[in-house]
């Protein structure tokens, strides 16, 4: 049996290692196409900061890992899939036959249609290759305009900070983190950036980049903003979202919506043909509809599945329990967590919530709840017991009374865990 993997980030790695626990005398094959040993972008703030070197970033150390595991190693692009032939061809034009093929090809930062937007100094923060030129920019005192205050955004601003750089952030939206924090949360972080030096501008687009010369300005670039605002700096970061990587997957009978679509044994609609990680859809915890959930612990999990049931075959019954959508953001060291869904229920569905601030400590609580089930939260500044949070609605955990509880003192969330999800549940409610 030959199993071919494309992709060499976490998903890929962990497949790869999993598959040959599994199925020891299996072919494996294992394709990347960045020039690098397989590496783990969450370690990219760490290298920026100083902290640690590039091979800091590398997921497995010892030089002859994958020889030991009888894992070949592949560099190269996967550029089309021949699902009758089963084989992939990839960019050098060689051709690489599989039984069973995992996709777990990631994402790529999306660059939006601005003018001067691939200008040399405007630089996305996603490889090693980002790193290195976001590195030669960012020195103590450069201007760097940010666009974009997500989940990547939020993540990078403490390197940059550490660096010493002058940032401004601008987001199009009318806060912080708009798609993982509830408008309060998004609002408190916002604040805390700011108070940190970092300027943050929200609910305005940058519109073009210009060459400073241009323009007539001093700096290599010139920012114009939608709020009539002109920006002079030495760096623009772009991280303004993502896109899993599906372009070879035209003209195959693998469905693509955003991501692959997988079901719960990570298969996609062909079989044979698996997907892990970013790049993969796979149906969602509570209401089923397919979700990329683009965290690393996702994409360990996911490949760990897709794996034994590659090796497995047919009679693999591996099943992933729904994805969880679980956002964990330090955001120049203010903690921020936000699961499932946060955003809440109508009411007219049983939809009902609360919602704790403490602007003066920082910290805030938001509880949703589908009849007495919790079914998202957003929290700040808790960083003890989130864990909890999660387990009640991973767990779908039904409160009975201690719903009524929770709406009036929220920050119980943990004596309902320990109350309603360690005892039978006939006795929690
Ligand atoms: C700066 C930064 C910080 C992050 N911080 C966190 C964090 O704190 N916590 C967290 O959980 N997540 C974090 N993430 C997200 C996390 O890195 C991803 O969820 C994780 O990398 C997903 O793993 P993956 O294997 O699915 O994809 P990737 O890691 O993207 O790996 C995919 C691999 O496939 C390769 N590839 C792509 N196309 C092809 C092709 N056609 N043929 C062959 N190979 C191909 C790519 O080059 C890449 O090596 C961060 C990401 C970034 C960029």
Not at 59 to 81: N, Y
Not at 117 to 136: F, G, K, M, S
Not at 174 to 201: L, S
Not at 335 to 343: K, L, P, R, T
Request: one cysteine or more; aromatic letters at 6%.
């Amino acid at each position: 049996m030959r199993h071919l993997i494309l992709g060499n980030g976490p998903a890929g790695v962990v497949a790869a290692e999993t598959l040959r626990r599994a199925a020891q005398e299996d072919d494996i094959v294992l394709a990347g196409s960045e020039d690098a040993p397989p590496y783990s972008r969450m370690a990219i703030p760490y290298l920026l900061e100083g902290n640690i070197d590039e091979s800091g970033t590398w997921l497995r150390k010892a030089p002859d890992h994958f020889e030991r595991l009888r894992i070949r190693a592949l560099r190269g692009r996967a550029v089309a899939v021949d699902t009758d032939k089963r084989r992939v061809l990839f960019d050098d034009g060689h051709f690489e036959p599989y039984d069973r093929l995992l996709i777990a090809t990631g994402s790529h930062p999306v660059r939006p249609p601005i003018p001067g937007v691939d200008l040399p100094e405007v630089h996305t923060c996603w490889t090693l290759a980002d790193a290195r030129a976001i590195a030669a920019l960012a020195r103590p005192g450069a201007r760097v305009l940010q666009l974009g205050a997500g989940f990547i955004g939020c993540i990078i601003m403490e390197a940059l900070a550490k660096r010493g750089v002058e940032l401004t952030v601008v987001e199009m939206g009318d806060r912080m983190v708009p798609r993982m924090m509830t408008p309060t949360a998004g609002a408190m972080i916002k604040r805390w950036v700011e108070d940190k030096g970092i300027r943050v501008v929200t609910s305005a687009g940058v519109q073009r980049i210009d060459r400073g010369s241009a323009v007539g300005a001093a700096a290599p670039l010139a920012v114009s903003l939608s709020t009539g605002e002109r920006l002079e700096c030495e760096l623009v970061i772009v991280a303004a979202g993502v896109a899993p990587n599906v372009g070879f997957l035209d003209g195959t009978a693998v469905q693509v919506a955003k991501g692959v679509l997988v079901d719960a044994r990570m298969q996609t609609s062909v079989a044979g043909i698996f997907a892990a990680g970013d790049v993969a859809e796979a149906p969602d915890l509570f209401t089923g509809a397919h979700l990329v959930a683009a965290i690393q612990p996702n994409a360990a999990d996911q490949a760990r599945i897709a794996a034994l049931n590659m090796a497995r075959g047919e009679a693999g019954e591996t099943r992933l329990n729904g994805v969880l959508a679980i956002n964990v953001l330090d955001t120049l060291g203010l903690i921020s967590s936000s699961f499932g869904q946060w955003w809440g229920e109508k009411a007219e569905h049983g939809g009902e919530g609360v919602e704790l601030v403490d602007d003066a400590r920082y910290r805030y609580l938001s509880l949703q709840f589908k009849d007495d089930v919790l079914i998202g939260a957003t929290s700040i500044g808790l960083t003890e017991h989130v864990g909890a949070l999660r387990g009640l609605i991973h767990g779908q955990v039904r409160l009975g009374a201690w719903k009524a509880r929770l709406l009036a003192a929220p920050l119980a969330f943990v004596d309902a865990y320990v109350a309603c999800s360690q005892q039978p549940m006939a006795l929690a409610r």
